[in-house]
């Protein structure tokens, strides 16, 4: 069975380590859509994050943000789903990231807010290039509806309370890296792999027919989901034992590399095991 979608993660894995998109990454992709595969992005990013690299998506490939919470046409914009968090999972995840002393980062209906800002916060709003509101009403965000709630800060103390949420996890809700320094929170189930499951049913494919490439903890559900997954040079150890092959750094072109081996490869070789 042969590749037909290819999901990627952002920073990473599309991006190198100063945030670019290489010649060499851009050229493999236009390649890979050339050859008729659907070529998506699979984000903890808002779609508006995606902006400058629309022109790299098939347009009728469903786009996967917000790690899974979202997912949308990336031509039309058209919505295919959307998962909230929990009214009162949503708050608490709220209360206890300000009284850990985090930033707390929270995606409410396409908008952003940021309580206790700081610099690892200003990092995030920066890289939307967009105006961030205060946190100022808790309970009035979880009422109107959270996508996702982001704990930031030094990523010693976030990965201490990563663990401590695996001890004792708010109900409803599920945590994962995108960054050392970014703890992010979404509604139980939601996750890269359910969210590129649910993509590849909208365009009727397979599991077999669908690849994933990433670096982060993030990625993990999508890299085990796919019928065939790499990982990043620069991924952990726990990422690079879930994927089926390891590309190169994303410093030295390894998307490029990872997706001109799929077009190498004979039908034996692009099919994933179930």
């Keep these: 069975m042969s590749i037909r979608l290819i999901a990627v993660d952002v920073d990473g894995t599309l991006l190198n380590s100063k945030k670019e998109l290489t010649p060499a990454v851009a050229a493999a992709i236009e390649e890979v859509r050339e050859r008729g595969i659907l070529f998506t ?11 400058p690299f629309r022109q790299l998506l098939s347009p009728e490939a469903p786009v996967i943000t917000y790690n899974g919470a979202e997912i949308r046409r990336a031509g039309s914009g058209e919505l295919i789903s959307a998962t909230c968090l929990p009214q009162e999972s949503a708050l608490e995840i709220i209360r206890q990231g300000l009284a850990e002393g985090c930033s707390v980062i929270v995606w409410s209906r396409g908008v952003l807010y940021i309580g206790q800002a700081g610099v690892y916060s200003a990092g995030y709003s920066e890289m939307y ?4 509101k205060e946190l100022t009403d808790a309970a009035f965000l979880a009422e109107q509806g959270v996508t996702k709630v982001i704990w930031a800060g030094e990523p010693g103390r976030i990965a201490r309370l990563e663990k401590a949420f695996a001890e004792t996890p708010i109900p409803g809700s599920e945590c994962c890296t995108s960054d050392p320094s970014y703890l992010e929170f979404m509604a139980s189930g939601v996750n890269k792999g359910a969210g590129l499951c649910e993509a590849a049913k909208a365009l009727g494919l397979e599991r077999g027919e669908v690849m994933a490439v990433g670096d982060g903890h993030n990625d993990l559900p999508m890299l085990r989901w796919a019928g065939l997954s790499a990982a990043m040079e620069n ?12 590309a190169g750094s994303c410093d030295r072109d390894g998307l490029a590399d990872a997706l001109r081996r799929i077009l190498r490869a004979d039908g034996a070789e692009c099919s994933g095991s179930e």
Excluded: C, M, N, Q
Aim: charged content about 35%; glycine content about 8%.
């Design 41 to 51: 992005i699979a984000t903890g990013r808002d779609i508006r994050g995606l902006r």
């Design 129 to 132: 290039a967009i105006r961030e």
């Design 235 to 246: 991924a952990s150890p726990e990422v690079k034992a879930a994927a089926d092959f390891v």
